[in-house]
Nanobody
Framework: QVQLVESGGGLVQDGGSLRLSCVAS????????IGWFRQAPGKEREFVAA???????YYAESVKGRFTISRDNAKNTVYLQMNSLKPDDTALYYC???????????????????WGQGTQVTVSS
């Protein structure tokens, strides 16, 4: 079973950029689908982006064109490059992993078994 640790969150101004990292230990990382999800206070956890074992990528409509997910299997790391950040992007960001996520369910947080502790992203207006 892989363990996941996120980093890279912080406070940034409207229009700024951040790069989040999700580092995995244990397990066979290259077999994992890794997703990024976020949760703002009082809101449900929502899908942001995901990358499959074959590096195919998937995005929520709200971040398409602004966020880029990528993976480096040699470093057991998935990145989320976030550009043109908006105050609505403010949330606790989690990475999650699983080897059995089917394509039709890739945006569903309950399909992922392993979660990190989260990293806070705050975008000021």
């Amino acid at each position: 079973q892989v363990q996941l640790v996120e980093s890279g969150g912080g406070l940034v101004q409207d229009g700024g950029s951040l790069r989040l990292s999700c580092v995995a230990s244990g397990g066979t990382f290259r077999q994992y689908t890794i997703g990024w999800f976020r949760q703002a206070p009082g809101k449900e956890r929502e899908f942001v982006a995901a990358i499959r074992w074959n590096s195919h990528t998937y995005y929520a409509e709200s971040v398409k064109g602004r966020f880029t997910i990528s993976r480096d299997n040699a470093k057991n790391t998935v990145y989320l490059q976030m550009n043109s950040l908006k105050p609505d992007d403010t949330a606790l960001y989690y990475c999650a992993g699983d080897t059995g996520v089917i394509l039709s369910s890739i945006r569903m947080h309950r399909m992922y078994d392993t979660w990190g502790q989260g990293t806070q992203v705050t975008v000021s207006s």
